[in-house]
Nanobody, 121 residues
Framework: QVQLVESGGGLVQPGGSLRLSCAAS????????MGWYRQAPGKDRELVAS???????YVAPSVKGRFTISRDNAKNTVNLQMNSPKPEDTAVYYC???????????????WGQGTQVTVSS
C-alpha cells in the first residue's frame, strides 16, 4: 500500500506564507497525478491544485496567483506553497496521489490524514 504523510500546517497570518509538504512511501510502482484538496467546516472537499508526473499543473481559480504546487518525482513528494493566504483559505488540507503498487494493479487514489491550516490575525 501507499502512505501519504503531510506536514507544515498550522496558524498563519493573512498575507503571510506557509508551505505544506507531502511524502509518499510504501509499495510504490508508479505515481501519476499528485494534488492538494481542502475541506472547510460545513463545505465539500475541493481541489486546490494538482500536478502530473510530467509537471503539468492545475491551480483552482480561488487561489491562482497565490498558491504554487511543485513536485519531486525522485523523492515522491509534493509541496504547496501558500503565499498571501486569506481567512477563507482556512481548512483541513489533504494530500492526494494516484498510484499503482505494481504494473499489474490498477491506479488507486490515496489520501493523507489531513493537516489543519488556519489563517487568522
Amino acid at each position: 500500500q501507499v502512505q501519504l504523510v503531510e506536514s507544515g500546517g498550522g496558524l498563519v497570518q493573512p498575507g503571510g506564507s506557509l508551505r505544506l509538504s507531502c511524502a509518499a512511501s510504501g509499495t510504490i510502482f508508479s505515481i501519476n497525478t499528485m494534488g492538494w484538496y481542502r475541506q472547510a467546516p460545513g463545505k465539500d472537499r475541493e481541489l486546490v491544485a494538482s500536478i502530473t508526473g510530467g509537471g503539468s499543473t492545475y491551480v483552482a481559480p480561488s487561489v491562482k496567483g497565490r498558491f504554487t504546487i511543485s513536485r519531486d518525482n525522485a523523492k515522491n513528494t509534493v509541496n504547496l506553497q501558500m503565499n498571501s493566504p486569506k481567512p477563507e483559505d482556512t481548512a483541513v488540507y489533504y494530500c492526494n496521489a494516484d498510484a499503482r503498487i505494481s504494473r499489474f494493479n490498477s491506479w488507486t487514489a490515496y489520501w493523507g490524514q489531513g493537516t489543519q491550516v488556519t489563517v487568522s490575525s
